[in-house]
């Protein structure tokens, strides 16, 4: 059975950094497109940065080279590095993967139950 369990989330001020990990169980991260998304309250779920099976990475444009994405496939984990860290930053940051990378949550099959990132002024 497919598990995705995201970790690393907390506080942390303005200009702050924070790297946030995704352990596969049941799934090999290096054979599918894997992806960052965040949710905060009152807001749609959006995309984040994806990176593929093949390491190409997609970032939106709302990172702004803050945050970079990562696979270590020995370790079947995926981080994302997040640097520079805003206020509206502020969400659940959820992992998710499926076959190709795609802007859309609603394309991803598998999902974890995210972790909460706080950035406070």
């Known amino acids: 059975q497919v598990q995705l369990v995201e970790s690393g989330g907390g506080l942390v001020q303005p200009g702050g950094s924070l790297k946030l990990s995704c352990a596969g169980t049941?799934?090999?991260?290096?054979?599918?497109?894997v992806a960052w998304f965040r949710q905060a309250p009152g807001k749609e779920r959006e995309g984040v940065s994806c990176?593929?099976?093949?390491?190409?990475?997609f970032y939106s444009d709302f990172v702004k080279g803050r945050f970079t994405i990562s696979r270590d496939n020995a370790k079947n984990l995926l981080y994302l590095q997040m640097n520079d860290l805003r206020p509206e930053d502020t969400a659940v940051y959820y992992c998710a993967a499926d076959i190709i990378c795609k802007r859309s949550p609603s394309d991803f099959g598998y999902w974890g139950q995210g972790t909460q990132v706080t950035v406070f002024s």
């Open positions: 049941g799934i090999q991260l290096q054979t599918f497109a």
């Open positions: 990176i593929t099976k093949t390491d190409d990475t």
